[in-house]
């Protein structure tokens, strides 16, 4: 194995709404302005990159739009019950709440929480898959970062698996 790089981009953000259960109980619906940084490592390429800051950058804003200013819904919920409705998603909680979103202001994400850790892990598969898609296969780990606000940071690390 040659030597490992690592690019980083920082500062990509968006804003949206969400809530996260824990146990049986529902937080509050509340939002935040994210932001998110992304790392991937790996050995260098003939043109002495790990990936173009350009191109990492193109695909980060472009999952940030798909969350920008909409309501997270997470769709594998153990907790919520879901169900879509003419143009509506119905959620209801275990405390009894119920919601009603337009679908047009809805992100529903094959997640079971809206967590950080979550979102992270989401961000992360789509990041992987799309630098795929683009021939980059020359990278080792991508790592997330998801902050919802001044020191509140989850990360989540994927990895190729070593040739043995």
């Avoid at 509340?30 to 790990?50: F, I, K, P, R």
Wanted: net charge negative; with cysteine.
């Amino acid at each position: 194995m040659g030597e490992t790089f690592k690019v980083r981009v920082e500062g990509l953000q968006f804003d949206a709404a969400h809530f996260e259960t824990f146990g049986n109980q529902t937080e509050p619906l509340h939002g935040h302005s994210y932001s998110v940084a992304a790392e991937v490592e790996g050995e260098l390429t003939q043109d002495s990159l790990v990936v173009d800051f350009v191109l990492l950058k193109t695909i980060i804003r472009s999952l940030c739009r798909e969350l920008d200013h909409r309501f997270i819904l997470q769709q594998n919920s153990r907790r919520l019950r879901i169900e879509t409705v003419d143009t509506s998603w119905r959620i209801g909680t275990s405390t009894g709440l119920a919601y009603v979103f337009p679908k047009q202001d809805v992100t529903a994400l094959p997640i079971d929480n809206s967590s950080a850790e979550r979102l992270g892990e989401w961000m992360g598969q789509k990041l992987w898959d799309a630098l795929e898609e683009k021939g980059v296969n020359n990278f080792r780990s991508i790592t997330l970062d998801i902050y919802e606000g001044p020191g509140q940071r989850a990360s989540h690390r994927m990895e190729r698996p070593r040739p043995d």
